[in-house]
C-alpha cells in the first residue's frame, strides 16, 4: 500500500491546517484504521499530532484520498516547521517517498512550512508511498493418482513456506484446471497454518488435472506456487488370467476357449486378437479352410485368413505356396499380366513373366496375338520382343513396310528402315533401290545434288553424277541453272553447259549471252568476239549489227580508219562507216578526253567529264587500254577502286580475286588514302582545297574538282554554290550571259536569267546599261524588255528628245518615239502637242504650208491664211483661240497679225518649260 505525499499549509493563521496525500500502491486492500499519520514539529514523538483519513472506507490498490491535519501553529516571525510521518499496522511495510515541488527535504522527512512562504492545497498528484510486501510464494507442489484407494482421487502436497517470510499470511488456496491455461477453480481453502496436503475427490477417470497452490496475506495481496503439478486418474478392469486380450468372463462365457491359454486353437494368433482383431475363429487353426493356418497367413505369409483365395488368382493360398511356390498375395506373381492359375491353364509359366524369352512378356503377348511359347512369331528373323520394342515392326508380319524384304533382312543385312518402305527418302523403295544398284540409305547415291527418286524422274542416271558429260553435276543444272542434265548444250549455241559456266561466262540458258545477234558458240569459234560484251570494239554498234547489217568489223571501232567511230558514222553523222572519205575531220571532244561527244553519247559516259566514274582513269583509257567499265568506278565489285588496281596496286581491275583490301582513310574524307593518291588529293586533309566540301563528296556527289576551291571559275566557291543553289560546274548558272558570281556581286539572281522580269537577260541589261534589277529602267511607262523590242531608248524616257515620252507617244499620240519629228514638218512632235497642230501630218491646217514653216512665218498653223487679207486668220483665230476652245481669247487681237504673236510666245514658254 501506498501513502503520503505532504503537501502545503493552508492560509496564513495563528492555528494552521497541513494536507496530506495517501495513494495504495501495494496488491492489498487497507482500511482506513490501518493507518496512522502524525505531524511532529520538532522530532520528537511526544508531541505528534495525530490523524486518520477524513473519511470512514478502505483503501484499494491504486487509489489515493488526501486528508488535513489541523492544529498546527506558525509563529509569527519564524517559520515552524513539522515533520509529517505515516505508519500501518504491517510492519515489514516500506515507505516510498516522492519529493513534491517546494518541500524542502531533511534528515529523510518531509517538511512544510507553516509560515506565509507556501500556503495552496497540494496537487492530488504529490503522494509519499507506502508498499505492502506480498507474502513468499510456495517453492514446491506435487500430485498424484490415489489409486487403488480410489481411482476418481488425486492426493496433492505442497511446501517451501515458513512462518519468518509468510508477511502477514492469512490463508492458503488449492486451485485446480483441467490446461495449464485454466480456468482455475478453488479445489481447497486451508486457514490453518499446518496444512500442506489434500485429497481431491469426486474427479473424473482417466483425466488429467493441473494444481497450483496460492498464498494470501491478510491484506489479500497473493503470492502463486511455481512450479505447478499435474494429476491423472485411473480406473479399474476386468481380470484377463492368460492375458490374450480375453476376460476370462468373455472366454468362458462368450467365446468356449480356454482362459489358461492365450492360444486354444495352436494356430499362432491369441485369442484375443482372433476376437478383435482378425475376426477368425479361435477354435480353429485354420478358419478358411485354404491348408495354412491363421497365425501362418496372418505373420508368415500376409494373406487373408478369411478368405482361401486371398489374391483371386483362382489357386487357393494353401496351393500357392504349397505346391506351385506362386505368392498368394498376388494374382500375377511374375507380373506379366497373366493371373498364376490362368498361365497355369496356358502351358506358361507362373513364375517367369516371359515364357518363350522373346522379350515380351506372357501378357503382352496375349494382347498383342503373338505366341507366348513361340519368340519369332511371324518367322521373319526378328524376335517378337526385338520387333515391338526395338524395331517397332510387327511381330505378326513379316515385312512391315511393305518394301519386299523382309524385317530381318532390313535390320540384319542391309540396315534399313523396317518400319518405312524408302528409308532415305529418296523416292524409291529399298528392294527397289538395292535391284537398281542404288544405295538406299543414301538419297542421293552419286552426290550430284538430286535425289535418286528424282533422277528416276527425270531420266538421269542416279549413279553418274553428270549424265550428258557436259562437265556440270546434274543437281547443279536443275536446282541451280536451269539447265538440261541431259542434253551437254542446253542453250543449242554450239557451247556446252559447263564450258560456259566455268570457263567462258556465258549463259549455258541463252544462245546469245549478250544480245548482239550472234550465238556464243559463233562469237566464241568463229568471229573471236566476246560473247560477254554485245559492242566487243566499243564502237556503239552490236557485234551481229556490224557483221549482218553494216558489213563492219565487230573487232575495229573504226572500220574504215577514218578517225570517227563506227557507232557515231551510223548513229549520229549519217556517213558510212567503210569510206573514210565522209568522217568529219574535227569532232567535237567537249572534256578533250579523246573520245568525241557523239562516242561519249553512245558509250553512256559523260562528254563534260574526262573521268565518268570518277575512279581517277580516263574514260577513253578505261575502254581502250584496261577494257574497264568507264561508267563504273569498281568494275570487278571487288572493293578497290579500277583507279586504285591500276595506278597503285598493280591488280587486275577486271579479276575481283586480286582486290587489295582498300580501307584506310587517314582523314576520313570518304576516299581511302590509295584514292587519294590517285585523284591527287591530299590524304591528311579532308577537304583539300578548302572550300568546305569533302573530297569524296566533290568527286562522289557532286563531280565538283577536289583541287580546286571554284571548278567553274564563276568567283564563288563550290560550297556556295551548292547552298546556293546554282551548279558549281557551270560559271553562268542560268545562262544569262553573267557568271554566278558577277550576279551575287549585282545582287541579280543567279538561277533567273531575268531576275527583274522585264523580257532582258541580267547579261543583256548590263550590256544594254540597264538596271537588270528594276524593270522599266528610265520610269516611264515601258519595261526595258518591251523599249529594246520597240527599238526605243530603255534608258530615256524620251527617246527621241522631242519633249513627249515613249509611252505617250507610242500609246497617245501615236507618233514615232524614235524620231523628233514624225511628220517631218518642221515642228517637233512636243511642240505640235503644245501648239495643237497634228504631229503625224505636216500641214494641220491643210492650207498647203507646213505647219513649221507657219510657225517661222508667224501665220496661223491651224487655220487657212488667205493672202492679203486677214479675214481668214481673224476667222479662225477668233473662231478657235490659242487653247482650242472656240472662244476668242482674252488680249488677242485678231488684227495686223497681233494674235499670232501671242501664239508664238505661248509656245517658247512651253519650250521653256520643257528645257527647265
Known amino acids: 500500500m501506498s501513502l503520503l505525499v505532504l503537501a502545503a499549509l493552508a492560509p496564513e493563521a495563528a492555528a494552521a491546517t497541513g494536507y496530506v496525500c495517501l495513494r495504495n500502491d501495494g496488491d492489498g486492500t487497507f482500511s482506513y484504521s490501518d493507518i496512522s499519520l502524525f505531524a511532529d514539529s520538532d522530532w520528537n514523538a511526544g508531541d505528534r499530532t495525530g490523524s486518520a483519513p477524513a473519511y470512514n472506507q478502505s483503501i484499494a490498490p491504486g487509489q489515493g484520498v488526501c486528508t488535513s491535519m489541523t492544529g498546527l501553529y506558525e509563529w509569527n516571525g519564524y517559520q515552524y516547521q513539522y515533520t509529517f510521518e505515516a505508519s500501518f499496522t504491517d510492519t515489514t511495510g516500506t515507505v516510498t517517498y516522492s519529493s513534491p515541488s517546494g518541500i524542502r527535504l531533511s534528515s529523510g522527512t518531509w517538511y512544510i512550512g507553516a509560515s506565509g512562504a507556501s500556503r495552496s492545497q497540494p496537487s492530488l ?90 498464498a494470501v496475506d491478510d491484506y489479500g495481496a497473493e503470492s502463486t506456487s511455481n512450479p505447478s503439478t499435474t494429476c491423472t486418474t485411473t480406473s479399474a478392469g476386468p481380470v484377463d488370467t492368460d492375458g490374450d486380450g480375453l476376460s476370462d468372463d468373455d472366454e468362458t462365457n462368450t467365446y468356449g476357449t480356454d482362459p489358461n491359454d492365450p492360444d486354444t486353437d495352436a494356430d499362432g494368433l491369441d485369442d484375443g486378437d482372433e476376437v478383435n482383431t482378425y475376426g477368425t475363429d479361435p477354435l480353429d487353426p485354420d478358419t478358411d479352410a485354404d491348408g495354412l493356418d491363421d497365425g501362418d497367413e496372418v505373420d508368415t505369409y500376409g494373406t487373408d485368413p478369411l478368405d482361401a483365395d486371398t489374391d483371386g488368382d483362382g489357386c487357393s493360398d494353401g496351393d500357392e505356396v504349397n505346391t506351385y511356390g506362386t505368392d498368394p498375395t498376388d494374382a500375377d506373381t511374375d507380373g506379366d499380366g497373366v493371373d498364376d492359375c490362368a498361365e497355369l491353364g496356358d502351358g506358361t509359366d507362373p513364375l517367369s513373366a516371359d515364357t518363350d524369352a522373346d522379350g515380351l512378356d506372357d501378357g503382352e503377348e496375349s494382347t498383342r496375338g503373338t505366341d507366348p511359347l513361340d519368340p519369332d512369331t511371324d518367322a521373319d528373323g526378328l524376335d517378337d520382343g526385338e520387333e515391338v520394342d526395338l524395331a517397332g515392326t510387327d511381330p505378326l508380319d513379316t515385312d512391315t513396310d511393305g518394301d519386299g524384304c523382309s524385317d530381318g533382312d532390313e535390320v540384319n543385312t542391309h540396315n534399313t528402315d523396317p518400319l518405312v518402305a524408302d528409308s532415305d527418302g529418296d523416292g524409291v523403295g529399298d528392294c527397289d533401290e538395292l535391284a537398281a544398284g542404288s544405295d538406299p540409305l543414301d538419297d542421293d547415291t552419286d552426290d550430284d545434288g538430286l535425289s535418286d527418286g528424282e533422277e528416276a524422274t527425270l531420266g538421269t542416271d542416279p549413279v553418274a553424277a553428270d549424265t550428258d558429260g557436259d562437265g556440270l553435276d546434274d543437281g547443279d543444272e536443275v536446282n541451280t541453272l536451269g539447265t538440261d542434265p541431259t542434253l551437254a548444250d542446253s542453250d543449242s549455241d554450239g557451247l556446252d553447259d559447263g564450258e560456259e559456266l566455268n570457263t567462258l561466262g556465258t549463259d549455258p540458258l541463252d544462245p546469245d549471252t549478250d544480245g548482239d545477234g550472234l550465238l556464243d558458240g559463233d562469237e566464241v569459234d568463229t568471229h573471236d568476239t566476246d560473247p560477254l560484251k554485245p559492242d566487243s570494239d566499243s564502237d556503239g554498234l552490236d557485234d551481229g549489227e556490224e557483221l549482218n547489217t553494216h558489213g563492219t568489223d565487230p573487232l575495229s571501232a573504226d572500220t574504215d580508219g577514218g578517225g570517227i567511230s563506227d557507232g557515231v558514222e551510223v548513229l549520229l553523222d549519217g556517213t558510212d562507216p567503210n569510206d573514210a572519205s565522209d568522217d568529219d575531220p574535227n569532232p567535237a571532244d567537249t ?153 551575287v556581286a549585282l545582287g541579280t539572281d543567279p538561277l533567273d536569267a531575268d531576275s527583274d522580269g522585264d523580257g532582258l537577260r541580267d547579261g543583256e541589261e548590263v550590256a544594254l546599261g540597264t538596271d537588270p ?66 504631229p503625224n501630218n505636216p500641214d494641220t491646217d491643210g492650207d498647203g504650208v507646213p505647219d513649221g514653216q507657219e510657225v517661222a512665218d508667224g501665220t496661223d498653223p491651224l487655220a487657212i491664211d488667205e493672202v492679203g487679207g486677214d479675214t481668214g486668220d481673224r476667222h479662225l483665230l477668233g473662231e478657235t483661240g490659242l487653247d482650242g476652245d472656240r472662244v476668242t481669247d482674252k488680249g488677242c487681237g485678231v488684227g495686223g497679225g497681233g494674235g499670232w504673236a501671242a501664239a508664238l510666245a505661248l509656245l517658247a514658254l512651253a519650250r521653256r518649260r520643257r528645257r527647265t
Open 125 to 214: 498528484s504529490n503522494y509519499i508511498s507506502i508498499v505492502n510486501d506480498n507474502p513468499a510464494g510456495y517453492t514446491s507442489i506435487s500430485a498424484y493418482a490415489n489409486y487403488p484407494y480410489d481411482e476418481s482421487q488425486c492426493y496433492v502436497y505442497w511446501s517451501g513456506l515458513s512462518l519468518s517470510n509468510a508477511h502477514d499470511w492469512s490463508h492458503t488456496r488449492l486451485e485446480r484446471a483441467t490446461s495449464s491455461s485454466g480456468p482455475w477453480t478453488t479445489a481447497s481453502t486451508k486457514y490453518s497454518w499446518g496444512y500442506t496436503y489434500h485429497t481431491d475427490t469426486g474427479l473424473s477417470d482417466g483425466t488429467t488435472y493441473h494444481y497450483r497452490v496460492i
Open 591 to 743: 572534256d578533250g578526253d579523246g573520245l568525241t561527244d557523239g562516242e561519249e553519247v553512245l558509250l553512256g559516259t559523260d562528254p563534260t567529264s574526262a573521268d565518268t566514274d570518277g575512279d581517277g582513269l580516263s574514260d577513253p583509257d578505261e575502254i581502250t587500254i584496261w577494257g574497264t567499265d568507264p561508267t563504273s568506278a569498281d568494275t570487278d565489285g571487288g572493293g578497290t577502286e579500277d583507279g586504285v588496281e591500276v595506278l597503285v596496286d598493280g591488280t587486275d581491275p577486271n579479276d575481283a580475286s586480286d582486290d587489295v583490301p582498300d580501307t584506310a582513310d587517314t582523314d576520313g574524307d570518304g576516299l581511302t588514302d590509295r584514292q587519294e593518291e590517285v585523284h591527287g588529293t591530299d590524304p591528311e586533309a579532308a577537304d583539300t582545297d578548302g572550300d568546305g566540301l569533302s573530297d569524296a563528296d566533290e568527286l562522289r556527289q557532286h563531280g565538283t574538282d577536289p583541287l580546286s576551291d571554284d571548278t567553274d571559275g564563276d568567283g564563288l566557291t563550290d560550297d556556295i554554290e551548292l547552298s546556293g543553289g546554282t551548279d558549281p560546274g557551270d560559271p553562268d548558272s542560268d545562262g544569262d550571259g553573267l557568271r554566278d558570281g558577277e550576279e
Open 773 to 838: 534589277l528594276v524593270e522599266d529602267t528610265d520610269g516611264d511607262g515601258l519595261d526595258d524588255g518591251d523599249e529594246v523590242e520597240r527599238g526605243t531608248d530603255p534608258t530615256a524616257a524620251d527617246g527621241d528628245g522631242d519633249g513627249l515620252s515613249d509611252p505617250t507617244e507610242i500609246f497617245t499620240t501615236g507618233t514615232d518615239p524614235n524620231d523628233p519629228d514624225s511628220d517631218d514638218d518642221g515642228l517637233s512632235d512636243g511642240d505640235e502637242d503644245t501648239l495643237g497642230t497634228d
